[in-house]
């Protein structure tokens, strides 16, 4: 009595599992190297834009929770990681979400005014006036 799944059956997947397994790892490999791309062009990016200091309020905060878990060893392991961000309103009504440390996000309050200092998207400090 056959049941359905032979030694052919058998032959198949070891045959076609060295092409899956190569293929799952070529695209962890191309998507972290995208990320690392594009993480380095706006590094250099913002290097490259200049620093300046404009008045703005702070029209609104920000969070962004994240959740990670994994099981290695029969063990679970969970870790939460928070980014923060403020969006500021120059005087010409343009407005731009910087990211910030946290430290940062927690002196600021919806509503402040004052100097601005950024580079590209990177937030270089907020002094109230």
């Not at 490999?29 to 706006?42: E, K, L, N, Q």
Request: net charge neutral.
């Amino acid at each position: 009595m056959s049941s359905g799944f032979g030694m052919g059956g058998f032959d198949l997947l070891f045959s076609i599992f060295p092409f899956l397994f190569i293929a799952v790892f070529v695209i962890a490999i191309g998507t972290f190297i995208v990320t690392a791309v594009r993480g380095a062009r706006t590094w250099s990016k913002n290097n490259a834009s200049p620093r300046l200091t404009v008045d703005a309020t702070v029209v609104s905060k920000r969070t962004e929770v994240s959740h990670h878990r994994s099981h290695g060893d029969g063990i679970g392991h969970s870790t939460t990681s928070t980014h923060y961000y403020a969006t500021f309103q120059v005087e010409s009504g343009d407005r731009m979400e910087l990211p910030l440390d946290g430290s940062e996000y927690g002196l600021l309050a919806e509503g402040d005014r004052g100097s601005l200092t950024f580079q590209g998207t990177r937030y270089l400090g907020f002094e109230r006036t």
